[in-house]
């Protein structure tokens, strides 16, 4: 029987080099040290028992009331946690109304409905490069063509959104929605405010939304949140373009297996209403997201330090380690700036292309890290690390990277 599947996407069965010798070591049952892990709960993250209680013993769970935004207590909570936290360069506290809040299941959800409500077939979103290979598969699977612009390193700066390729990405019309990660994975940059205002001017003039993935903004590191030339600078209660703003339990408390994210939707006044009145629709054609969760929603943000911030204080020391460790006068590595986020990036020699040292670590040092080539970075040489694992383990991956180079560098 011939069946014609849909051509969203390529669907591409087979696997690279590097994943078959990762999963073939795995079948083996031999231990592969992966130092890319960026789940919490397989970490040492686990959530303390109070907050199974909560979701699970509220007895309010028991009835099911739909809405397409979502339950009103808990997008209450929400709105009260943004307006205790102001953006650094704002000199009041940004306003999010609860009736621009949506509450979705999941932040891939949410981009799945904003691509469904912004774009016809065949439109474009520009997306960020480097970035999250996660794109391409959720613009194609709504029919949309995603459009990278650049981002820009340099040393010790750190990286930088390159305004030109947006604006040339603009050009032409097609593109629907500009999609920034804020901070951005796997580059750890914030948008800083000098970028923002050109962004939102430029979205503005184009009529182009915007779609602020801020998962994890509340992971600063390197930044230097005190100074306002390059502070982070949050997009939520945007007023000057279109913009959706997304969030979630998955990173801000390291809850995954909750499966709750939202969408802030704001802008101009006539323009987030009937971008709110749309949103409503599709929302009502799914209602995904769980009573249980929603309603343990306030609890979790009430607990919010005693969820994140082992993460958070995880992550500060592990940046410092892998610095120690693979950073030095005479070392061949560099970790290049990390704002925020759970990513660090190592740059190290070009002796050989990224895939043929993954699968050298991987094979000689049972040790797993991801190429830059998988984030679209330009540049050969680059490693992402994930600053969540266990600190044992990131000292003993890192040790064992170090090790070699040193072998390959004749040391």
């Not at 097609?174 to 923002?196: C, D, Q």
């Not at 509340?218 to 390059?230: F, G, K, N, R, W």
């Not at 500060?316 to 380690?321: H, I, V």
């Amino acid at each position: 029987m011939n069946v014609d599947f849909s051509t969203r996407l390529p669907w591409s069965t087979g696997t690279n080099q590097l994943w078959a010798a990762r999963a073939e070591l795995l079948t083996e049952h031999v231990e592969v040290l992966d130092l890319c892990e960026s789940n919490p709960t397989r970490v040492g993250l686990e959530p303390p028992p109070v907050v199974a209680r909560e979701v699970f013993a509220t007895p309010e769970s028991v009835h099911y009331e739909p809405n397409p935004h979502g339950l009103s207590e808990a997008r209450l909570a929400l709105a009260e946690l943004y307006q205790r936290r102001a953006a650094p360069s704002r000199l009041l506290p940004p306003t999010v109304d609860v009736d621009d809040l949506f509450l979705c299941a999941s932040t891939s959800e949410a981009y799945a409905w904003l691509f469904k409500l912004l774009c016809d077939p065949g439109d474009a979103v520009l997306v960020p490069k480097p970035g999250y290979p996660l794109f391409e598969h959720l613009a194609g699977l709504e029919a949309v063509v995603p459009r990278p612009y650049r981002l820009e390193y340099s040393h010790p700066g750190g990286w930088r959104i390159d305004l030109a390729s947006v604006e040339e990405a603009l050009c032409d019309g097609r593109a629907r929605a500009l999609v920034l990660i804020n901070p951005n994975n796997p580059t750890g940059s914030y948008v800083r405010e000098a970028e923002r205002e050109h962004l939102v001017a430029m979205c503005a003039h184009h009529g182009c939304a915007l779609i602020v993935d801020e998962v994890f903004y509340d992971y600063p590191l390197e930044i230097d949140c005190s100074d306002e030339a390059v502070a982070r600078s949050s997009f939520i209660a945007e007023e000057r373009a279109l913009c959706f703003v997304l969030d979630g339990l998955s990173k801000r408390l390291c809850l995954p297996q909750m499966k709750l994210a939202w969408i802030a939707v704001s802008g101009p006044r006539r323009a987030r209403r009937e971008a709110r009145r749309r949103l409503e629709i599709i929302a009502d054609a799914y209602l995904s997201t769980g009573t249980p969760i929603m309603h343990a929603l306030p609890h979790l943000l009430a607990a919010a330090e005693q969820l994140s911030g082992p993460c958070w204080r995880r992550i500060a020391a592990n940046l410092e380690r892998l610095r120690h460790i693979l950073e030095g006068p005479s070392s061949p590595h560099r970790v290049r700036r990390c704002d925020g986020g759970w990513t660090a990036i190592v740059e190290s020699p070009r002796l050989l292309d990224e895939e043929h040292i993954a699968l050298g670590l991987l094979r000689e040092k049972r040790l797993w890290v991801q190429p830059g080539y998988f984030y679209d970075m330009e540049e050969d040489g680059c490693f992402a690390v994930s600053l969540i694992v266990r600190s044992a383990d990131l000292e003993r991956g890192a040790r064992a990277y170090a090790s070699y180079f040193a072998r390959l560098c004749g040391e």
